[in-house]
């Protein structure tokens, strides 16, 4: 199969091309906005056609939580227009499409994890735009998977993890939330499920993936400095509202991921496990 990856410049991106030298058996077409801008219709259109795409993988998104708050509209076409028009043209070749959603189209108000049939109900921009984004591509196009995840992080890019890391070498206190309870996602752990899923073939449907377990930012933190041999640093547990933020994040947004181990048969990693594995990278890279 020809398989078009987008925003592979991202956490989630980067993680995939890794993968791909371990699943040579199809061709990647990695791209980011230089490559393939996913607001351009008619780009999108002339590349899936003329690389003969057979399946499309979307890492590609606008997801600067806070910020989108003041930027509905772009975010909203990145979002939700964007997927719409890789869904609309890997539909006329009979392909199929994964994007990568998130747990904020939940609210948070419940106190059990959340499958794939709650009923969704955003309370921030970004939420809105992917919720409007998963329903777009679940329209257009037969053979989709929508894969909600949550607390991404990866050696790449910006996340918790690393600034967690750099704020606990610099400072001798820091304040994080302990009322915001949720799973992390080790990125690669994210791409090696979504491989599976391509292996193994899309079913289409909506699903939920995270790493095990349930802990709330400042238990993280607290590990996160832990496995990085941090000892300078006293974290303190926050209320939200003593860290007002622009966007509304869920107070509760555990995933229960039964559905997709279900169907393919793959066993999730520990949320320890893996920040363990991606310190470790994150050290040897100095
Ligand atoms: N990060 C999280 O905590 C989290 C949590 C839940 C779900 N998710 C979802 O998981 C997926 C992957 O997230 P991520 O953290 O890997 O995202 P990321 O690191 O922000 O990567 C997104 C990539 O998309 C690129 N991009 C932006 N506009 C584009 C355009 N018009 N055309 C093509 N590419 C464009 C970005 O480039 P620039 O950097 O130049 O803008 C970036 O390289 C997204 O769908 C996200 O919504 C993320």
Known sequence: MNILVTGCNGQLGNEMQLLEKENSQ???????????????????????????????????????????????????????????????????????????????????????????????????????????????VQKLCKQSMIIRTAWLYSTFGNNFVKTMIRLGQEKPELGVIFDQIGTPTYARDLAAAIFTAINKGVVPGVYHFSNEGVISWYDFTKAIHRLAGITTCHVRPLHTAEYPTPANRPHYSVLDKTKIKQTYQMEVPYWEESLRECIEKLMNEK
Request: hydrophobic share 35%.
């Open 26 to 136: 199809h061709t990647y077409f990695n791209t980011d906005v230089a490559e393939l801008d996913i607001t351009n219709q008619e780009a999108i259109e002339q590349f899936v056609a003329s690389h003969e795409i057979d399946g499309i993988v979307n890492c590609a998104a606008y997801t600067a939580v806070d910020k989108a708050e003041d930027n509905e509209e772009f975010c909203s076409v990145l979002n939700s227009i964007a997927p719409a028009y890789l869904a609309a043209a890997i539909e006329k070749r009979g392909g199929w499409m994964i994007q990568i959603s998130t747990d904020y189209v939940f609210d948070g108000t419940q106190h059990t994890p959340y499958v794939e049939d709650d009923d969704t109900c955003p309370n921030s921009v970004y939420g809105k735009t992917k919720l409007v984004g998963e329903l777009n």
